[in-house]
């Protein structure tokens, strides 16, 4: 390739990423004012706007300011700590909802473009590709993020709660965190399940046993059983009095090592099939006493965040 093509082929991507960014620029909204202040996402034309639930803090309400320069008091339709997810409604017409993608397609290597607008002025970009995909993380901002989607796109102050679309524009993810030189973004695809959940009641609700654990590997004797199947469990370190758990008769030493269907080697696996398991319906816990695997029948009850 000769010096003129190779000045074209770089002109062109410059030109293709920065078309990229102006399609996508009036879906980026700023949430919050000063210090404080994030990004959001325009989400639905009826005003629904999405963002990091560590933008809003202890707020009870919060500014939103789209592309255009309109500025709306919004409405907190619901929060989830768990995967940092908020949605939020304001009253506005002629909105540009974010083109919705999915994750399941997403591969290792594929370009993505991060966007924030947190100035409430004009929205940046940086651009990056996908590192790793369907990664559970439990971050140091205080979530546990499963099918997070990783990527090498720098993120700066502000850029929690913004868009991370692919190379047509689709949202692919909501950047919430950037660690070890490392984008964190919830995945789209747990977007549209946790928004469903907020839209209808507010919060998404989880299972609670009330016990503490930690994880255990299992003895390679017991591990290889065919009724087991798995290398790690749960070692049960305390159960509180008068919980799910005790009542179910839980004790200390215990290895959970299933719950319901679902097997359970972590402490993510246990939260994942604890908002899966009905509350305030008996399910199997399924635990290891000694060497002998054991069932019993807890009902969760709610958690309280």
Known sequence: MNETNAIELLQSLSDAVAQL???????????????????????SSDGHILT???????????????????????????RD????????KIEAENLTPIQQGNS??????QFVLAMANPMGQKASATSGIVTSYARSIQGWWGVMMENAVVTDARLNPGYSGGPLVDASGKLVGMN?????????????????????????????????????TDSIDLPDE??????????????????????????????????????????VA???????????????KATSLWVLRGEKLTELKVTPSETEE
């Open 52 to 78: 990091a639930n560590h933008v809003l803090g202890r707020l009870t309400s919060v500014t939103v300011r789209l592309n255009d320069g309109r500025t709306f008091e919004s409405k907190i339709v619901g």
């Open 81 to 88: 700590h768990y995967s940092d997810v908020a949605l939020l």
């Open 266 to 280: 972590s402490l993510y696996d246990l939260h994942r099939a604890l908002r899966e398991t009905q509350i305030g």
């Open 176 to 212: 919430v965190a950037y660690f070890s030189s490392r984008g964190i973004a919830v995945s789209v695809d747990t977007l549209k399940e946790v928004l469903g959940k907020l839209s209808r009641d507010g919060k998404v609700k989880k299972g609670f046993l009330g016990i503490v």
């Open 21 to 43: 960014a102006e399609k996508v620029s009036p879906s980026v909204a700023t949430v919050g004012a000063g210090r404080r202040a994030g990004s959001g996402i325009v989400w």
């Open 222 to 263: 017991i591990s290889k059983k065919p009724e087991i199947g798995q290398e790690e469990g749960l070692l049960v370190l305390s159960v509180e009095q008068g919980s799910p758990a005790r009542n179910a008769g839980v004790t200390l030493g215990d290895i959970i090592v299933k719950l319901g269907d679902k097997p």
């Open 104 to 109: 399941a397609s997403l591969r290792t290597g």
